[in-house]
């Protein structure tokens, strides 16, 4: 019996246009470009694609001459941007073999294209100097630099619709900085990684929610920043100490004390230290109520980073997560029964349920440990890390964990 055969239809011709648009989404744009070759229908359906992401290490992947790689990349996003039509939402090029001129060029076409994402990576090589047609972007949101030399011009008045910036390894003087975060009033997100020419950070934000720093300053500062919940600092640099004199304000109380909406604070390397500096009163005259998650970097051994946690403690009464890293630098001084004179002051951690320590099993650092476990009512989870290679050592800590006192019947302790 024969059977009779009818010509497959061209299930790839016939893809909805929904289905089309999502398979660009996630290809990269040199197989989206091949996707030509499929049938008449795919052949200009790349040339409408929103988001156009050009990596050298990709496109240039079968050389490593320097000057072909430039060329092929040159080449391959000049015929891109001929080609495309429609708006694009999102630019990306991530580049170490490119010359400043081109990449003007095609700022200067964005600029008047309506690019709303905007991702420059020039994380090796020669930093580029950002052309003066990128300070005219007026529909950006989100921004990412990386390698680059801002100096706007005299006109610049911020980006009004900014929602996110990062600027990593960016070359720009301390005013500009300044102005450019203050000048884009709806920014919510701001990431600022090892910054050059700028060491003294001034935030100024009425809609920043979350602030992520990591690189070195002599000085930082925040105004008008009231809805700015989530700080992550990490300062990589050793602070010098400067006397201070009588009545001095401490950078504790001058840093964080104007930002009562912090809901998770991150304290990292070098900045507890730095907040330490100054003279530091018995108590914060701010209450951070909504403050619910601290992680930081101490040295339990120094007093004034141990009276800088205390001040803290003792101002977030709804207190939930706490992760600690204990280092034993060089310390200034350290009070023998130090955490047992606390259990004066009324700094009950009410709220306090999950602990996390990273410990080397010091006098200190167990003196703290007794002083969380005997003031925290509701804790569950005390996880400790203790950092040692002596089983005799980690037998002794242990034993000491688990003699002391706990407010709370949950509490657990985990010991690693």
Same mark, same amino acid.
């Given at each position: 019996?024969?059977?009779?055969?009818?010509?497959?239809?061209?299930?790839?011709?016939? +893809?909805?246009?929904?289905?089309?648009?999502?398979?660009? *989404?996630?290809?990269?744009?040199?197989?989206?470009? /091949?996707?030509?070759?499929?049938? $008449?229908?795919?052949?200009?359906?790349?040339?409408?694609?929103?988001?156009?992401?050009?990596?050298?290490?990709?496109?240039?992947?079968?050389?490593?001459?320097?000057?072909?790689?430039?060329?092929?990349?040159?080449?391959?996003?000049?015929?891109? +941007?001929?080609? &495309?039509?429609?708006?694009?939402?999102?630019?990306? *090029?991530?580049?170490?073999?490119?010359?400043?001129?081109?990449?003007?060029?095609?700022?200067?076409?964005?600029?008047?294209?309506?690019?709303?994402?905007?991702?420059?990576?020039?994380?090796?090589?020669?930093?580029?100097?950002?052309?003066?047609?990128?300070?005219?972007?007026?529909?950006?949101?989100? +921004? !990412?630099?990386?390698?680059?030399?801002?100096?706007?011009?005299?006109?610049?008045?911020?980006?009004?619709?900014?929602?996110?910036?990062?600027?990593?390894?960016?070359?720009?003087? $301390?005013?500009?900085?300044?102005?450019?975060?203050?000048?884009?009033?709806?920014?919510?997100?701001?990431?600022?990684?090892?910054?050059?020419?700028? !060491?003294?950070?001034?935030?100024?934000?009425?809609?920043?929610?979350?602030?992520?720093?990591?690189?070195?300053? #002599?000085?930082?500062?925040?105004?008008?920043?009231?809805? +700015?919940?989530?700080?992550?600092?990490?300062?990589?640099?050793?602070?010098?100490?400067?006397?201070?004199?009588?009545?001095?304000?401490?950078?504790?109380? /001058?840093?964080?004390?104007?930002?009562?909406?912090?809901?998770? *604070?991150?304290?990292? &390397?070098?900045?507890?230290?730095?907040?330490?500096?100054? $003279?530091?009163?018995? /108590?914060?005259?701010?209450?951070?109520?909504?403050?619910?998650?601290?992680?930081?970097?101490?040295?339990?051994?120094?007093? !004034?980073?141990?009276?800088?946690?205390?001040?803290?403690?003792?101002?977030?009464?709804?207190?939930? =997560?706490?992760?600690?890293?204990?280092?034993? @630098?060089?310390?200034?001084?350290?009070?023998?029964?130090?955490?047992?004179?606390?259990?004066?002051?009324?700094?009950?951690?009410?709220?306090?349920?999950?602990?996390?320590?990273?410990?080397?099993?010091?006098?200190?650092?167990?003196?703290?440990?007794?002083?969380?476990? #005997?003031?925290?009512?509701?804790?569950?989870?005390?996880?400790?890390? &203790?950092?040692?290679?002596?089983?005799?050592? =980690?037998?002794? @800590?242990?034993? =000491?964990?688990? /003699?002391?006192?706990?407010?709370?019947?949950?509490?657990?302790?985990?010991?690693?």
């Amino acid at each position: 019996m024969e059977r009779s055969f009818r010509p497959s239809s061209d299930i790839i011709s016939n +893809l909805p246009d929904e289905v089309m648009e999502t398979i660009f *989404l996630y290809l990269p744009i040199r197989d989206a470009v /091949r996707t030509t070759l499929l049938s $008449n229908k795919w052949r200009y359906k790349w040339t409408t694609i929103p988001n156009l992401v050009f990596h050298e290490n990709n496109i240039c992947c079968f050389t490593n001459d320097r000057k072909l790689r430039s060329y092929k990349l040159l080449n391959f996003v000049d015929q891109i +941007l001929l080609q &495309h039509k429609g708006s694009i939402h999102k630019f990306e *090029l991530s580049a170490h073999s490119l010359q400043g001129y081109v990449i003007h060029s095609w700022l200067l076409f964005l600029s008047i294209n309506g690019v709303k994402e905007l991702v420059l990576n020039f994380s090796t090589g020669k930093p580029y100097v950002v052309h003066s047609s990128f300070f005219s972007f007026e529909s950006i949101y989100y +921004l !990412n630099l990386c390698g680059c030399v801002l100096k706007p011009p005299p006109m610049f008045k911020g980006f009004s619709y900014l929602r996110r910036l990062s600027l990593e390894r960016v070359t720009l003087a $301390n005013e500009v900085l300044e102005s450019m975060i203050s000048s884009c009033t709806n920014l919510e997100i701001l990431k600022l990684v090892d910054l050059d020419g700028c !060491n003294c950070i001034r935030i100024c934000g009425p809609n920043l929610k979350r602030f992520y720093f990591n690189g070195e300053f #002599a000085d930082m500062s925040f105004r008008d920043s009231p809805n +700015l919940s989530f700080i992550s600092i990490f300062l990589n640099d050793d602070v010098v100490d400067i006397p201070v004199g009588q009545g001095e304000i401490s950078n504790l109380v /001058r840093v964080l004390g104007c930002l009562t909406g912090l809901e998770k *604070l991150a304290i990292c &390397h070098y900045f507890m230290k730095f907040l330490a500096m100054g $003279n530091l009163s018995k /108590r914060l005259a701010v209450t951070y109520y909504g403050l619910k998650s601290i992680s930081l970097q101490i040295n339990l051994k120094d007093l !004034n980073h141990t009276l800088v946690m205390l001040r803290l403690f003792q101002s977030t009464p709804n207190l939930q =997560e706490l992760e600690m890293v204990a280092n034993q @630098v060089a310390a200034t001084e350290y009070v023998d029964d130090f955490w047992k004179a606390q259990r004066r002051l009324n700094c009950s951690m009410n709220h306090l349920r999950m602990v996390k320590i990273s410990l080397l099993g010091a006098l200190p650092e167990l003196g703290f440990i007794e002083f969380l476990l #005997a003031n925290s009512p509701v804790l569950e989870i005390l996880s400790v890390n &203790h950092i040692s290679g002596k089983k005799v050592e =980690e037998s002794r @800590v242990l034993k =000491e964990l688990m /003699r002391f006192r706990r407010a709370s019947t949950k509490a657990e302790i985990e010991y690693k």
